[in-house]
């Protein structure tokens, strides 16, 4: 039952995410790859792996963000590989977007104390490194 709790958990998060991104022109899907590139440039297949996600999801995600203006696409080290980058438009929303995310982040761990925040994030680590390791 822990897989459908945090199933459960990631669908309310991401819904009440939503609520707030939408007034900015974004979605949840759009910000977790958002999040990736600020990092830095990354290809279609990095993403994907990033996100575990399949590429025709990974496509549509990008294609709309492009045509929003978020993201613009380089050529990579080969004519193969494309580089999937922030644009200026997106840089100069992220930090409002940070901060609808940090007012979601905020709302969903009132009242849970630093120690049992530690503890939490602790075991999603190794979850998800024991799911990956499958």
Known sequence: MYGHKVNQLGR???KTLNERLT????????????????????TQTELCQYLCVEAPTMTRTLARMEQ?????RHSGADKRERRV???????AMADEWMRAS?????KAVRGISADELAVFSSVIDRMMKNLSEL
């Open 85 to 91: 980058a922030l644009t200026e438009k997106a840089r």
């Open 12 to 14: 309310r998060f991401s």
């Open 68 to 72: 929003a203006g978020w993201i613009e």
């Open 23 to 42: 007034p900015l022109g974004l979605f949840t899907a759009q910000w977790a790859v958002v999040v990736r590139l600020l990092e830095g440039p990354a």
């Open 102 to 106: 940090d007012f979601v982040e905020a």
